[in-house]
Nanobody, 122 residues
Framework: QVQLVESGGGSVQPGGSLTLSCAAT??????????MGWYRQAPGKERELVAV????????????TYAESVKGRFTISRNNTWSSLSLRMNSLKFEDTAVYYC?????????WGKGTLVTVSS
């Protein structure tokens, strides 16, 4: 079992920055599809991928994927034990407003945090 707890959401003006954090109750490392990532769901829309790190053969190795809409503005990072994850969000836009969820895929099963709200408004 994996439990995930997010923190760091809040309100920010357009162009501002926020950092989200996620703490997992165990290491997610594992070279068979394990991954940690961030998803978001805006009002009236489906949940979408923001960024994900997929585990490689070593704890220091991973493959990172970003949604096109956040490339160059958001940066995902994790600790070397694969038990915490961060999302640094710069140059925030109105359309980044959403509930952000931390996700862990651990041996074929998806686990989700409860989400943290990010509101971009002037």
């Amino acid at each position: 079992q994996v439990q995930l707890v997010e923190s760091g959401g809040g309100s920010v003006q357009p162009g501002g920055s926020l950092t989200l954090s996620c703490a997992a109750t165990r290491s997610i490392f594992g070279y068979n599809g394990n991954a940690m990532g961030w998803y978001r769901q805006a009002p009236g829309k489906e949940r979408e991928l923001v960024a994900v790190e997929r585990s490689g053969r070593a704890t220091s190795a991973s493959t990172t994927t970003y949604a096109e809409s956040v490339k160059g503005r958001f940066t995902i990072s994790r600790n070397n034990t694969w038990s915490s994850l961060s999302l640094r969000m710069n140059s925030l836009k109105f359309e980044d407003t959403a509930v952000y969820y931390c996700n862990a895929r651990w041996y074929g099963k998806d686990y989700w945090g409860k989400g943290t709200l990010v509101t971009v408004s002037s």
